[in-house]
């Protein structure tokens, strides 16, 4: 799908056109937007961009689903980004989601939904558009915990220029009843005002129903520490709902390939091919588990270049080799030689730095690769692991095998040069020779879903801290200048800075609520020991 992307103030306005690249910028006052004048359609299609975390540049991709969550999770590893490698404290990428959402995305989302409400004709919509702001939100609440949410973006469609901090388990409650209710209220026999306005469905209200029950088991399962009961009674109802039980489900983003960095293409992989195409290598965390279970999806994952410093195209710029056999991850903790904890020091150094996997170029990181946002296969091993707790029936072992085979063929989508047939064969000879084991079907479980969420730190970083799955060895770096949580893997990211003077009483009030303050070894509501 191909997009004209028009920038309006603090808005962006998209626009979807079927034949054209070409970018223009448009000079609109947003204040004169009003319920008569406004493109609701098109603003929505820019949340949903906006969302996927490539905006005027590779900002969130970069510092926090990246810098940090990615690194944190052990997918990757980097001896130049201390942040989540190392667990150093950086305002700045902290916060990049937080402060690249809230005064765009959110507020956009919020606007939309208020603008539209009252209108029939845009039922629908309507309902699609909560479905989608719950997504947004549960992002924002698992990566930083207690949040703005009832009063947020109210400062343009209402009053509300300090917005309080909900507390995350009222948050929960309130995007459970948003998607019950929105799901039950999208109707096929009535209009589809958004069709190819909408970049992820076109406005298909089967397929929005399906994902509103797929995040309900998503946010369902994130409660199954603190609140299993209440997990138990929506995970059931979301079965009931209808959920994602195929990969023409998956809520997917499509990019298109432009020059330069550009909102058309996607963020994360354009960080990884030319602002840091050098900075980030597999962990060897990541490929090790590859290797340990002979997964044959390795190198659809890393790649080994001789020359992974060149950029996205330049002359030098190589693809370079995927063959599962040269594929090393690199330990996390380790500094540049020369540095603290030079990475020729560590275990089995391959003699070059440049020997170890970076992120695969003909998958993952093409720069027009799609961004996956919830997919059946996420949503397939939650509901084994819900089987197994005995919360749903069915069979725990057969939920799990058709969310790893769903992973595998998932990757069909991203550029894997297999069929679909050959996908589903790989996948059955991989469950044959790692059969599912109740007594450690749990463990399974959330390590298959770790690697099939691979790029979206963000929900590894949730899962990760929900389930404690995949078990990670952290860091304990040496400098404690750098290292800011004693060698514990951070358990949330921080409020800004900004908010201690901007909405002081509100943030002194949140933080009051954390166990550990406003730090990165604070735990959130459901992520309690």
Sequence with gaps: MKY????????????NFSCHKDFAKLNVDPNSISSKTAQYEKLFSSTELWTSGMRSGPFEDERTNLGYCSLLIQHMSSTYYEQGDKYAFNNEYLTAYWV?????????????????????????FYNIARIFKVFMFQRMTDLYGDI?????????????????YDKQEDIYEDMLKELDEAAAALDPNKKNTLNSQDIIYGGDVSKWRKFAYSEMTRLAMRMSKVAPDDAKIWVQKAVAGGVMTTNDDNAIVEHFLQP??????????????????????????FVDFFKKHNDPRLHFYGTVSTDPGAKWGSSGYNFGDTSSSLQIGMPNGYNVIGGLVPINTAPNFPGNINNYSIPNRYTFVRPDAPTFYLTAAETQLLLAEAAQRGWISGSAIEFYNTGVKLAFSQLIQIGANWTESQALMQAENYLTANPYLANTGIQQINEQYWVAVFMDGYEAFANWRRSGYPILIPVNYPNLAINQTGGTIPRRLTYPLDEVSINTQNFNEAVSRLDDGNKMTSRMWWDKP
């Design 260 to 285: 330069a960095s550009s909102p058309a293409n996607n963020g994360a992989a354009w960080t990884l091919v030319t602002e840091d195409n050098n900075n980030f290598k597999l962990s060897e965390a």
């Design 100 to 124: 690249s959402q809230y005064p765009y995305a959110i507020k956009l989302v919020v606007s939309v939904i208020d603008g539209i409400k009252d209108n029939p004709d845009k039922s629908n």
């Design 148 to 164: 703005p949410y009832f009063e947020a973006g109210k400062a343009y469609v209402g009053d509300v220029a300090f917005p309080k």
């Design 4 to 15: 004209i992307i028009f920038f309006a103030s603090s808005f962006i306005i998209l626009i």
